[in-house]
């Protein structure tokens, strides 16, 4: 197994990262060229950004549209990184996705499709038209630790299981920010130039929607818990949480709606306080405000019954649901 060397927050030179990053990335991919997927979250857009500062137009960058992301998510990413002087190609591999989530529903078999779908399918495909030989990702130290120790399959973790990416997918993957856990991550794409509602940006997980969705996915399931997801960002804007999400029950519940029972969706509410994400506690929110989530949610989310808020701590839970 590989062993890597943390970089703690506090004594991390974000510029002197930088600099030290971009010439290794550089000097491994020579005068080839190297591909990455952005998806908007803090990690891949530091990566693309130190991708960017080492290759310049010979790195390109992909956002893999798979239909299980947030509202319009694709768009304003690639708007954003174009007005830093990134172009994105935004790939449509939405049907792609749906057809291997189809069926499954077991976790950790859902993040497997999603995986092997992302890397071999879309991915693979990328490479060969590129002509590439390195993948740019920005996987984490916290990423790893949790694969490694089994409490869950991040999708980005390959050599530290013992899987040779370039075996497997055809390619090598570069990963500069493994050293790395969040806090240092976001002082690294604050300093390569992101503005603050990217480095800044709560976590978001690689399989999207999809791990916010219990059971089976589907095109109507992942609208649902968009669309609650969407209400969610909004009234929580003004809170200082780590992470919050909407994440969708398999069962149904009994409901009433116009005088009549409804069986329909339970929705449940997670809002974390955490510095590094491998300890958190629930926020503390008001009563109003989830009285207000609640209220939204059953109005404006069709199907939907039941709100309810998470108060379980991290361990043992996980910050994710599935």
């Not at 954003?80 to 989530?101: M, P």
Request: aromatic content about 6%.
């Amino acid at each position: 197994m590989v062993s890597i060397k943390e970089i703690k927050a506090v004594d991390l030179n974000p510029q002197d990262f930088i600099n030290q990053k971009a010439d290794e990335i550089s000097k491994a991919v020579g005068d080839g060229v190297a591909i990455n997927a952005l998806s908007g979250g803090v990690d891949s857009s530091a990566v693309t950004m130190l991708g960017h500062k080492a290759l310049g137009r010979r790195l390109k960058t992909y956002f893999i549209d798979n239909g299980i992301m947030r509202k319009d998510e694709p768009q304003k990413i690639a708007a954003l990184f174009k007005g830093l002087g990134v172009d994105v190609e935004i790939i449509d591999a939405r049907d792609k996705f749906f057809k291997a989530l189809k069926g499954i529903t077991d976790p950790e078999e859902k993040r497997e499709a999603v995986t092997q779908t992302f890397y071999k399918d879309v991915f693979g495909k990328l490479v060969k038209q590129s002509n590439a030989k390195y993948l740019l990702q920005g996987t984490i130290l916290t990423d790893v630790d949790e694969t490694v120790a089994g409490i869950k399959r991040q999708h980005n973790v390959f050599e530290q299981l013992g899987i040779d990416p370039k075996e497997a997918f055809g390619y090598k993957i570069l990963e500069p920010l493994v050293q790395l856990r969040k806090d240092g991550v976001r002082k690294v794409a604050a300093a390569s130039g992101l503005p603050e509602s990217s480095f800044n940006r709560m976590p978001f997980p690689g399989p999207a929607l999809a791990a916010r969705v219990i059971g089976e996915v589907t095109p109507e399931k992942i609208e649902t818990a968009r669309s609650a997801t969407s209400i969610l960002e909004e009234e929580l804007s003004s809170i200082e949480a780590f992470q919050y999400m909407a994440i969708l029950h398999e069962d149904r519940v009994t409901g009433m709606r116009n005088g009549k029972r409804e069986f329909g969706n339970q929705i449940e509410i997670r809002c974390w306080d955490s510095l590094d994400a491998r300890t958190a506690t629930p926020t503390d929110l008001p009563y109003a405000t989830l009285r207000k989530l609640a209220d939204r949610m059953v109005q404006e989310v069709p199907g939907v019954v039941s709100v309810t808020y998470h108060i379980a701590t991290k361990p043992p839970s996980t910050m994710e649901v599935v």
